[in-house]
């Protein structure tokens, strides 16, 4: 499955952003999907997933103040980001896990100015 990102950019701080993901075939299946982001310097770390059944997890860091969602109809996968702060800027690469392998999409760029 190919995964597509988009919808970073830069935004003030206390901003929101939402971030896309568009898979290249039907999601309904897929175990798990999710978005990861890795800041310069830094390892990349889960932000959050949602299973298929619709289970979310996320990281501490963005807990009340991040949503993850997914469309099965449109094969989208979003993340909502609200009260952003410098600390989250970062590349945001789309996950996803299906038959046991893992695919990602290209990243998309979120800068949070101070």
């Known amino acids: 499955v190919q995964l597509q990102a988009s919808g970073g950019g830069l935004v003030q701080n206390g901003g929101s952003l939402r971030l896309s993901c568009a898979a290249s075939r039907s999601i309904f299946s897929i175990n798990v999907m999710g978005w990861y982001r890795q800041a310069l310097g830094k390892q990349r770390e889960m932000v959050a997933a949602i299973g298929s059944g619709g289970r979310t997890n996320y990281a501490d860091s963005v807990k009340g103040r991040v949503i993850i969602s997914r469309d099965n109809a449109k094969n989208m996968v979003y993340l909502q980001m609200n009260s952003l702060k410098a600390e989250d800027t970062a590349v945001y690469y789309c996950?996803?896990?299906?038959?046991?392998?893992?695919?990602w999409g290209q990243g998309t760029q979120v800068t949070v100015s101070s």
């Open positions: 996950y996803a896990l299906a038959s046991g392998k893992d695919y």
